[in-house]
């Protein structure tokens, strides 16, 4: 993921918030839960409800304002 960027870990809820305004400006994050993963193969190791969220370092610009304006919404910011 060298051309992208993570821009959010948190609870997924929260994350699925965050994703939706995104989307709302035309960015598609990627969205990773490494605890979802390996409860499907067979091991977990990772914190539960943990998401992150990564997008294209390119659309960072465009991005910034709606992430910072969500965290101060949420209050982790």
Do not use: C, W
């Not at 091991?43 to 960072?60: C, L, P, V």
């Amino acid at each position: 993921m060298s051309e992208t960027t993570r821009i959010y870990t948190g609870p997924t809820l929260i994350a699925k918030g965050l994703v939706a305004r995104l989307n709302e400006i035309g960015i598609s994050p990627i969205e990773r839960n490494d605890h979802d993963s390996s409860v499907r193969a067979g091991f977990a190791m990772s914190i539960a409800n943990q998401t992150m969220i990564f997008i294209r370092k390119d659309e960072m610009e465009k991005a910034q304002p709606i992430i910072d304006e969500f965290l101060n919404e949420i209050g982790d910011h």
